[in-house]
C-alpha cells in the first residue's frame, strides 16, 4: 500500500481535473467527498455548509451525520471559530465534541475560504486513533484551497 503522502500527491490533480470549470460548490463538495473517501477509506467524509450561525449537512461519505452544528461547538464549530485546521487524535478528549457517531475515533476538520471567510468545513473521521497528522493538514488544506 501507498503511504499517504504519495496517495494525496496523486489524488490533487485527479481533484483538481475533475472540479475542473465547475462552479456548483455542492457538486464539487460530492465529488470530493467521494474522492477521498474512496482514496482513503476514511469512516465519514463529508462537509459542513455555513449557513447563518450554524453549520449545515452538505455532501458526505458514510453513515449518517448531525445535521446543525452551532458556531463554536464541537470540532466542526471550533474550526470554523478559529478559521483554522483542527486536529484531533481522540475526539473523546476534545472539550465539547459533538458524538455523531460513536465508532468515531480521530477527526480532522478543515475550513473552505472564499475571499478569507469560512463558507465550509471539509470534515473527515476515522475509526482509528491519531489517525490524522501534519500531512494530512497540509494536504488537505492545499486540496481545498486549490479547489474552493
Not at 34 to 56: I, K, N
Not at 83 to 109: K, L, M, Q, Y
Amino acid at each position: 500500500m501507498k503511504d499517504k503522502e504519495t496517495l494525496y500527491k496523486e489524488l490533487i490533480p485527479q481533484a483538481e481535473s475533475l472540479l475542473e470549470g465547475e462552479t456548483d460548490e455542492i457538486a464539487c463538495m460530492a465529488n470530493l467527498a467521494a474522492l477521498l473517501h474512496r482514496a482513503f477509506g476514511f469512516w465519514w467524509t463529508g462537509f459542513y455548509r455555513v449557513v447563518g450561525d450554524e453549520l449545515v449537512l452538505g455532501p458526505f461519505q458514510g453513515p449518517v451525520a448531525c445535521i446543525h452544528i452551532p458556531y463554536g461547538r464541537g470540532v466542526c464549530g471550533t474550526a470554523w471559530k478559529r478559521n483554522e485546521t483542527v486536529v484531533v487524535p481522540d475526539v473523546e478528549e476534545f472539550p465539547g465534541h459533538i458524538a455523531c457517531s460513536s465508532e468515531s475515533r480521530s477527526e480532522i476538520v478543515v475550513p473552505v475560504r472564499r475571499q478569507g471567510q469560512v463558507v465550509a468545513v471539509l470534515d473527515i473521521d476515522s475509526k482509528e486513533l491519531a489517525a490524522f497528522d501534519d500531512t494530512d493538514r497540509e494536504f488537505l488544506e492545499t486540496i481545498v484551497k486549490n479547489i474552493f
